[in-house]
Antibody, heavy 122, light 106 residues
């Protein structure tokens, strides 16, 4: 069974870049049959999709974050990463990585990591 | 931008049927998914493609989607079903989540 695990600093200073990594086990991210996503949830608020990539080369970002987000992949380590620049307190959240299964005109997030809390504070 | 609206809270007695709605413009023209999130745990997919249950999800969970509203129905609700529930759909290549509904079983 596929498992995802987020890792990275739990505290980031304002204006700096948040960097997180998701390590995938139990399956290869290079298979091309899934998309790999980042999603976050600020305390007391709802879920917010950040973006996704596929190893076929397609990358999509939430328009509200697009100017600050980069998602990249390291297939040799079976990992993908998130970088969010110029962070503010509003970027404090639990960050999840998630696998997206899809069909011809549908998709859903079927496996999620346990989440990692990132706090933006000086 | 596209929005999905859910009631903040729903209460149900054990053994009864709980219905959680998700409203969005022409939502019925899109596929809806539903996620369950318990405190301290990551979200779990309970319904995808409007009506389908992933392996391991109990049959008491069902979904529908028509017009402007998708509905998650939990039949014979159990105390273990107390959780936050989030609907989700895609619009213009962007995943949109509803604000979430806290289901209380009492």
């Amino acid at each position: 069974q596929v498992q995802l695990q987020e890792s990275g600093p739990g505290l980031v200073k304002p204006s700096q870049t948040l960097s997180l990594t998701c390590t995938v086990s139990g399956g290869s991210i290079s298979s091309g049959v899934y998309y790999w996503n980042w999603i976050r949830q600020p305390a007391g608020k709802g879920l917010e999709w950040i973006g996704r990539f596929s190893t076929s080369g397609s990358t999509k970002y939430n328009p509200s974050l697009k100017s600050r987000v980069t998602i990249s992949v390291d297939t040799s380590k079976n990992q993908f990463s998130l970088k969010l620049s110029s962070v503010t307190a509003a970027d404090s959240a639990v960050y999840y990585c998630a696998r997206e299964s899809f069909g011809s005109n549908w998709s859903s997030f079927d496996y999620w990591g346990q989440g990692t809390l990132v706090t933006v504070s000086s | 931008s596209y929005e999905l609206t859910q009631p903040p809270s729903v209460s149900v007695s054990p053994g009864q049927t709980a219905s959680i709605t998700c409203s969005g413009d022409k939502l019925g023209d899109k596929y809806a998914s539903w996620y369950q999130r318990k405190p301290g745990q990551s979200p779990v997919l309970v319904i995808y493609q409007d009506t389908k249950r992933p392996s391991g999800i109990p049959e008491r969970f069902s979904g529908s989607n028509s017009g402007n509203t998708a509905t998650l129905t939990i039949s014979g609700t159990q105390t273990m079903d107390e959780a936050g529930y989030y609907c989700q759909a895609w619009d213009s290549n962007t995943a949109i989540f509803g604000g979430g509904t806290k289901l209380t079983v009492l």
